[in-house]
């Protein structure tokens, strides 16, 4: 990962996958408090040591022998590091996902992880993944590059069905949800696909064919929030990510937000951060 400050907010890999263990407590504390998206595709590995973060709408705390799935896409900040961090981590890079897109079984580790990105191990399992990660280390220490691109396919299609098998047998999914927090978890989820695209409560409530004012107070019972906040919360935190992390102009931001026009978009950052999208920029 590059870690030139300038570059930060932007985090990509050099090559089609890299695996390691330098991600320390140090590298982590550049991004507290700082969101920031996430263009490759990462898993850890937390063996000792205790992160608080938030992953697009959920703020999840990383314990030791906890597994995190952050997808392409994804927007996090680090809220707070405690402990002495070993982390192990396997990334892809944009650049070899877009090639891969197509994936049947990222399309099935999406679904899975989306609003659960941490899921714990029990020891002996921990243990088991730690020593398959630091054989995939010495393979990558110890090929060149071509030989690296040549297995990536394999690699890439072997953790996404290890991922999606440890997510569909993990214990969170025989725990059983009411029928609200069902209702709250679908309507995140869509919160997630198109907060880009629409802010339009309705829009979402018809997608899950329920009324407006039902979806409204079952999001407001489970969360404390309104339909509005938790959208919101989406677009402040990828807008924030974009004027700290690209060169692009407040225009494009905007469009990429799907802001009729950038003074509609500056009143409603002003709105929800206190700041206009320049004075933000200029922090």
């Not at 709105?271 to 206009?276: D, F, L, P, T």
Request: net charge neutral; hydrophobic share 40%.
């Amino acid at each position: 990962m590059d870690t030139n400050e300038k570059e930060l907010p932007k985090i990509d890999l050099p090559e089609d996958w890299v695996i390691g263990t330098d991600i320390n407590k140090d590298l982590l504390a550049l991004y507290t408090h700082y969101p920031v998206r996430l263009k490759c595709e990462m898993f850890v590995l937390c063996l000792s040591g205790e992160v608080n973060a938030l992953v697009n709408l959920n703020e999840i705390q990383v314990h030791p022998n906890d597994v995190i799935t952050l997808m392409p896409g994804s927007i996090f900040q680090i809220n707070e590091i405690q402990g002495d961090l070993k982390i192990y981590f396997l990334g892809f890079s944009s650049e070899f996902i877009e090639r891969s897109r197509h994936s049947h079984s990222l399309l099935d580790a999406i679904f899975l992880t989306l609003g659960r990105p941490a899921i714990p191990l029990k020891p002996q399992g921990a243990v088991m993944m730690e020593k398959y990660l630091q054989m995939l280390i010495a393979m990558y220490e110890g090929f060149n590059e071509k030989i690296r691109h040549e297995i990536a396919p394999n690699l890439y299609a072997d953790i996404h069905t290890g991922i999606s098998i440890l997510y569909q047998t993990h214990q969170y999914d025989k725990i059983t949800l009411s029928k609200s927090e069902q209702l709250c978890r679908s309507f995140m989820q869509l919160v997630t696909q198109h907060y880009n695209q629409t802010r339009n409560v309705n829009w979402y409530a018809q997608q899950l064919n329920i009324t407006h004012a039902h979806l409204c107070s079952v999001v407001k019972q489970i969360t404390g929030k309104t339909c509005a906040d938790v959208i919101a919360s989406m677009v402040i935190m990828d807008a924030k990510s974009q004027l700290k992390s690209t060169k692009l102009t407040i225009q494009a931001i905007a469009d990429s937000l799907n802001f009729a026009n950038i003074s509609f978009f500056g009143k409603y950052f002003k709105r929800h951060v206190g700041i206009s999208p320049m004075e933000y920029r200029k922090l």
